[in-house]
């Protein structure tokens, strides 16, 4: 893996090392890291659970969001590694889903928090609700997904429909692609109303 002292070690950086040309600040100006982490924790947020509320065919693909050495924490167990993760969410996708598809229960994500967590890992916590309905939806201040409908487009009593709340936190490594982030860790909080 290329690390940030291999890229400032560099032949094209140290050619530039003398003219007073400040790359941190220059990186900085071009893109700003806390936007950054909102637009990533917001892209976890709406692919993870638009796969868990989602059809059967694309399921798989949340297997793809943890490595071996990822921890998924709830109700008092811990599970480590993509199969075991998998099948606990799977569990607790059919247990949610019930035998109705028209009336499951699904996601509500009203609140998004993200911070920097050391160096290159990202911290993220969502809370919401569990409604009854058939579509995953985010909501909140602040938050909307392209394609998604926000509040004032749905005539949705959200009180009236909770039949739980959650809280879940992530924490995201980098991948071995640039760009790419895998759950590492995962603690999953649920409260029935």
Known sequence: MFNILQLLSHAFIKRYEQTGVDLAAYVRGVVNPTERLKQIAEMLAVHYYLLFNGSEGPWNYMKTF???????????????????????????????KGDRPREKIVHVVEKLHCRANGETEIAIRVSGSFITGNQFLIFGEGLQAEGMPSL????????????????????VHPGTSMGCYYIAKQDLYIVQS
């Open 66 to 96: 943890y490595k071996e050495e990822s921890s998924f924490s709830f109700s008092g167990n811990v599970y480590v590694g993509q199969s075991a993760i998998f099948d606990t969410l799977s569990n607790i996708r059919k247990k949610l």
């Open 152 to 171: 004032e487009e749905i005539d949705i009593d959200i009180p009236s429909k909770r039949v739980g709340q959650f809280r879940e936190q992530f924490t």
